[in-house]
């Protein structure tokens, strides 16, 4: 698979729920920074890290009806930016995804969000 390809499918297996698939396209050393200054900004190192203290927090955390759109990639050898829309209950913004590709899995990953309206759309328990 090309970069481009492999950042493809991870927007498909996230929107359909294949997380099996998902792992796949991650290295298990994976290093994965959300900007902003809200409960999940911060570095997750490894793919476990990811998954446990990220990905797993997306029910919970992001508003309800919560998906990410891409709408265009560019890619530069093994770097695919994309631009995508989140979209859901009182959030519609635009995320960036910078990633770094190794092989068919994905090694490092830079998601860029307005932080603030990102953190104003998270649900409270």
Same mark, same amino acid.
């Given at each position: 698979?090309? $970069?481009?390809?492999?950042?493809?499918?991870?927007?498909?297996?996230?929107?359909?729920?294949?997380?099996?698939?998902?792992?796949?396209?991650?290295?298990?050393?994976?290093?994965?920074?959300?900007?902003?200054?809200?409960?999940?900004?911060g570095?997750?190192?490894?793919?476990?890290?990811?998954?446990?203290?990220? /990905?797993?927090?997306i029910?919970?955390?992001f $508003?309800?009806?919560?998906?990410?759109? $891409?709408?265009?990639?560019?890619?530069?050898?093994?770097?695919?930016?994309?631009?995508?829309?989140?979209?859901?209950?009182? /959030?519609?913004?635009?995320?960036?995804f910078?990633?770094e590709?190794?092989?068919d899995? /994905?090694?490092? #990953?830079?998601?860029?969000?307005?932080?603030?309206k #990102?953190?104003?759309?998270?649900?409270?328990?």
């Open positions: 698979m090309t $970069p481009k390809e492999v950042m493809e499918k991870t927007f498909d297996c996230f929107a359909t729920g294949d997380m099996e698939t998902f792992k796949t396209l991650h290295t298990d050393d994976v290093v994965v920074t959300m900007n902003g200054a809200h409960s999940l900004s570095t997750y190192n490894g793919f476990a890290d990811f998954m446990g203290n990220m /990905i797993a927090k029910p919970s955390t $508003p309800e009806n919560f998906s990410v759109t $891409p709408e265009k990639m560019i890619a530069d050898g093994n770097n695919v930016f994309t631009h995508a829309i989140a979209k859901g209950d009182g /959030i519609d913004a635009y995320f960036g910078r990633v590709v190794e092989g899995a /994905i090694k490092k #990953l830079w998601i860029y969000a307005d932080s603030q #990102l953190a104003n759309s998270f649900q409270t328990a």
